[in-house]
């Protein structure tokens, strides 16, 4: 059984960065077979994707966060840092770290395609 803890969550003004992590632990997990990633959700709206690490290291972003957000890894801690640049309000949200053995690469982008999820860190654009 993997383990998923965010951290780093908070308030911010638009334009401001902002960035969170989630450590991974238990299991067999491992960066090279897993694939770990971020959704989000705003209230009343559905989970968005946000990004992806696959597990053989290619990187995917969804649209309304390309060129702005970047995923990178710690593999000493096994953690999973999202970086955020030029955040804007409708960036508020919930963040999920989600990671998953078995997924494939066409439905990483779909939030039922992973099995592990952590319990969120709150994101605040507001000015």
Same mark, same amino acid.
Not at 52 to 68: A, E, I, M, P, Q
């Given at each position: 059984?993997?383990?998923?803890?965010? $951290?780093g969550g908070?308030?911010?003004?638009?334009?401001?960065?902002?960035?969170?992590?989630?450590?991974? $632990?238990?299991?067999?997990?491992?960066?090279?077979?897993? *694939?770990?990633?971020?959704?989000?959700?705003?209230?009343?709206?559905?989970?968005?994707?946000?990004?992806?690490?696959?597990?053989?290291g290619n990187?995917?972003?969804?649209? $309304?966060?390309?060129?702005?957000?970047? &995923?990178?890894?710690? #593999?000493?801690? #096994?953690?999973?840092?999202?970086?955020?640049?030029?955040?804007?309000?409708?960036?508020?949200?919930?963040?999920?770290?989600? *990671?998953?053995?078995? &997924? &494939?690469?066409?439905?990483?982008?779909?939030?039922?395609?992973?099995?592990?999820?952590?319990?969120?860190?709150?994101?605040?654009?507001?000015?």
């Amino acid at each position: 059984q993997v383990q998923l803890l965010e $951290s780093g969550g908070g308030t911010v003004q638009p334009g401001d960065s902002l960035s969170v992590s989630c450590a991974a $632990s238990g299991g067999t997990f491992a960066f090279n077979s897993y *694939t770990m990633g971020w959704f989000r959700q705003a209230p009343g709206k559905d989970r968005e994707f946000v990004g992806v690490r696959w597990r053989g290291g290619n990187k995917f972003y969804g649209d $309304s966060v390309k060129g702005r957000f970047t &995923i990178s890894r710690d #593999n000493a801690k #096994n953690t999973l840092v999202l970086q955020m640049n030029s955040l804007k309000p409708e960036d508020t949200a919930t963040y999920y770290c989600v *990671t998953s053995r078995s &997924i &494939i690469l066409s439905s990483v982008r779909r939030a039922d395609a992973y099995n592990y999820w952590g319990q969120g860190t709150q994101v605040t654009v507001s000015s």
